[in-house]
């Protein structure tokens, strides 16, 4: 790249060379060659077999080699974390140790049916038991279901057991309050259950006053539901006052617990007031996420509200687990059999590897986006000069002037080697750019990001139509979103 800036000596990007067309495998080949030399069989075919082979499937002829180099070849058209920084803001893409994958790949586990009885599985119910127990001691709520499988499948079943709540107090309510710095799912899932929500603007420093939800409260309001640390990468300070005016109208607190990478280990949810919070095991607890799942979304609940989870629960009797359906008050089932267990084998293996590191691989996430905002605010525009969390936030409006906006510099920053941070999100920040380091990442790595950022602000100065005109260097150049969003080409 010659556009870099002075004191960057090494991007991992600049050649394209290597990275090759790929024809379709029934476009390669050629009559006569295989994947491998079997010696000629010395027994007569029967006309069962000659059948068989004479009407077989039209498959390419194709070496060993063919097929290897074929699937490398689409392999490295792809961008992981196992390539480099992928600072995906609100998603958490953090390096997953490939010990928890191998962890989950064990026959044992993997091969493991669903329908063995108990008395065989007793090893699977003992992982799913003691990482509840784990979970509960990393959120401070004592009650939690697997089940869930994904964080807005989590966020639904928590909003069944807020209903189921307040019909078991005898009076149902029809609203939540949502703030405008809450995950978008958020509202979704109040909605598919029947809730009204309410909208609620956050404070002129980017969370929630409990003034501002006091006005809203009301004793048709089932609760709150609330992303912390939110959308903006901040922490609800005033989560406790806000959990205070709440409860004391009868509702209840749900915690987006997505975001729990910034606080594991650092805040006892159920200590600030919330009642209901869900995590995100694909994006704190170690499952490769990004492709569509499969994922995992555990609800924990306080005391109170451990009647109505889901079922069936595991439960320890002496040294025997067994499956426990017994409790008339729970929402029912959310996922056949017990919930994704591949995913939660991940979580078991990371928080046992981790023990009490969880509490530090938080404080680096913090330090590390802190690092960034503090080494790229002279350059793009802060909105909330804050201390951030795990996450923060910068918009285009130093670029505007140049015509340059916030999508021109996420493709730019492909050219460089590093994958686009979240954009236009949250929607309450205009031209948004969400950056989400994660602990994962070396000081090395955040500085070349850092001056890949830098040296973006700079080509917006002098070169705009470089970004006009990126990417170049990917395999694809710029796309029509819109195209590809309307007309989705699925088949190849
Ligand atoms: C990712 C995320 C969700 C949704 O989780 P899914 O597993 O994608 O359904 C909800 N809330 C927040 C804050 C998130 O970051």
């Known amino acids: 790249m010659s556009h870099t800036s002075s004191e960057t000596t090494w991007m991992p990007t600049g050649t394209t060379g290597l990275i090759f067309n790929e024809p379709l495998l029934w476009e390669q080949g050629a009559e006569g060659r295989c994947g491998m030399s079997v010696p000629e069989s010395d027994v007569l075919m029967s006309p069962l077999d000659s059948e068989l082979v004479g009407d077989g499937p039209d498959w390419p002829n194709l070496s060993e080699l063919d097929v290897v180099r074929h699937f490398t070849r689409l392999s490295q058209w792809n961008f992981g974390v196992d390539s480099n920084m992928y600072p995906l803001g609100s998603c958490t ?57 994904a ?44 809730f009204k929500s309410i909208p609620l603007a956050s404070g002129e420093d980017g969370i929630l006053t409990p003034e501002m939800v006091d006005e809203l409260m009301d004793e048709d309001t089932a609760g709150i539901m609330i992303t912390n640390p939110n959308t903006l990468g901040l922490f609800e300070n005033n989560i406790k006052e806000v959990a205070e005016v709440i409860h004391a109208k009868g509702g209840l607190i749900y915690g987006d617990g997505a975001n729990m990478n910034a606080v594991m280990g650092i805040v006892n949810m159920a200590d600030v007031g919330v009642d209901v919070l869900h995590l995100n095991l694909h994006k704190t607890f170690s499952t490769p996420h990004g492709g569509g799942g499969p994922g995992a979304g555990p609800v924990c609940v306080t005391e109170a509200l451990r009647p109505f989870l889901p079922v069936p629960r595991v439960v320890k009797e002496g040294d025997t687990y067994r499956w426990d359906e017994d409790y008339p008050q729970s929402v029912g089932k959310v996922h056949a059999f017990y919930g994704n267990f591949g995913v939660l084998v991940r979580a078991y293996s990371y928080v046992l590897s ?66 686009p941070p979240t954009v236009y999100f949250p929607l309450v920040v205009h031209g948004a750019i969400m950056i989400e380091p994660t602990e994962s990442e070396n000081k090395e790595t955040l500085d070349r990001f850092i001056a890949a950022m830098r040296a973006i602000a700079e080509e917006a100065r002098e070169h705009p139509d470089l970004l006009h005109q990126a990417p170049r260097n990917p395999k694809l150049g710029r796309l029509d979103e819109t195209l590809a969003a309307r007309k989705p080409c699925l088949c190849g």
């Open 354 to 419: 981790m023990g009490p590191f969880l509490k530090k691989a938080s404080q680096l996430a913090v330090l590390n986006a802190n690092y960034i905002k503090e080494s790229l605010k002279e350059v793009f525009h802060l909105p909330f000069d804050r201390v951030c969390m795990h996450e923060c936030v910068f918009t285009d409006k130093y670029q505007e002037q140049h015509k340059v906006a916030t999508l021109d510099m996420a493709k730019r920053l492909m050219d460089y080697g590093f994958h």
């Open 93 to 149: 893409m953090k390096y997953n140790p490939k010990i928890n994958e191998r962890q989950a790949a064990l026959p044992g586990f993997a091969g493991s049916h669903p329908l063995l009885p108990e008395s065989l599985s007793q090893g699977a119910l003992k992982l799913l038991y003691d990482l509840e127990r784990y979970l509960a001691e990393v959120t401070g709520l004592p009650a939690i279901s697997l089940q869930p499988a």
């Open 151 to 194: 964080g807005s499948h989590g966020e639904l079943t928590g909003m069944l057991i807020f209903a189921a709540y307040h019909k078991a107090q005898g009076k149902p309510r029809h609203k939540v309050l949502i703030p405008d710095t809450a995950h978008g799912t958020n509202p979704a899932s109040a909605a598919l259950c029947g």
